[in-house]
């Protein structure tokens, strides 16, 4: 028999819904208090293209899993996995989920990873969750790590450890947004370091939220493996259209 709390639920629900409305965050459309988006923005999140280079991200052609460069470079992520395109409306609401204080939207944003590329991590044999860590004194300033609450809630939903207190951000470096290519590979360089008792001969997921030239996460991914890593497995949420 189901409980009497059961009966009315959905009367509850719906209640709540008209004292507290929803709005996507997108359109503006009222929505369940259960759902993030509307069922049309969801459908407007800009997929990532079929093929590209599983290590950079660099679009490739036909089947081919990694690209020119990377087949002979050293110290790269394993795997590089991306959900969405950095582009509108996501772009919009990634900007809005790091800087405007909206990180409660981490859980429904691991929501959508999970529900586009979750399959993908299941079948990695991961043993913990890393987020590429914020510096103390920019954490302090910003208040939260937008990549360890997302590497968090994917913790928790593929069933992993969540490991943040093993690979830290040793340097300040200049924010890379206004740096071209080489200047970011240079600003982030040895900005990394990891602890060899943590990661040593272990599979890590490498967690953060916007790809751009993967110069950050790649500097992370050679610190993780100066301690030993045996894969390192990137998972970004978007990655920059170039
Ligand atoms: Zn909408
Ligand atoms: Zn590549």
Same mark, same amino acid.
């Given at each position: 028999m189901t409980h009497p709390i059961q009966a009315v639920k959905p009367m509850l629900r719906a209640l709540l819904n008209v004292l507290f409305p929803v709005f996507c965050?997108?359109?503006?459309?009222?929505?369940?208090?259960?759902?993030?988006?509307?069922?049309h923005c969801i459908t407007t999140l800009p997929p990532i293209p079929k093929n590209y280079c599983l290590t950079c991200g660099t679009s490739t052609q036909g089947t081919v899993s990694e690209c020119g460069t990377c087949l002979y470079e050293i110290g790269l992520p394993e795997r590089v996995y991306f +959900?969405? !395109?950095?582009?509108?409306?996501?772009? /919009? *609401?990634?900007?809005?989920?790091?800087?405007?204080?909206?990180?409660?939207?981490?859980?429904?944003?691991a929501d959508l990873l999970?529900?586009?590329?979750?399959?993908?991590?299941?079948?990695?044999?991961?043993?913990?969750?890393?987020?590429?860590?914020?510096?103390?004194?920019?954490?302090?300033?910003?208040?939260?790590?937008?990549? +360890?609450? !997302?590497a968090g809630m994917l913790?928790? /939903? *593929?069933?992993?450890?969540?490991?943040?207190?093993?690979l830290h951000r040793s340097k300040m470096t200049r924010p890379q947004t206004k740096l071209n290519q080489k200047a970011r590979l240079i600003n982030v360089q040895?900005?990394?370091?990891?602890?060899?008792?943590?990661?040593?001969?272990?599979?890590?997921?490498?967690v953060d939220d916007v790809f751009t030239t993967g110069s950050t996460v790649w500097a992370a991914t050679r610190?993780?493996?100066?301690?030993?890593?045996?894969?390192?497995v990137v998972c970004c949420l978007a990655r920059v259209d170039y």
């Open positions: 965050p997108i359109c503006g459309r009222s929505i369940p208090d259960s759902e993030f988006l509307c069922t +959900a969405f !395109l950095y582009l509108e409306p996501l772009s /919009k *609401l990634i900007v809005r989920y790091k800087f405007h204080d909206r990180s409660e939207w981490a859980e429904p944003l999970m529900e586009r590329i979750g399959d993908l991590m299941h079948r990695e044999d991961l043993e913990m969750v890393v987020p590429v860590p914020l510096h103390p004194l920019r954490l302090l300033w910003r208040g939260y790590n937008q990549a +360890a609450l !997302l913790a928790k /939903k *593929l069933h992993r450890p969540f490991v943040t207190n093993a040895d900005a990394f370091v990891a602890k060899k008792a943590t990661f040593a001969d272990r599979t890590i997921l490498l610190a993780l493996k100066d301690a030993g890593a045996r894969r390192v």
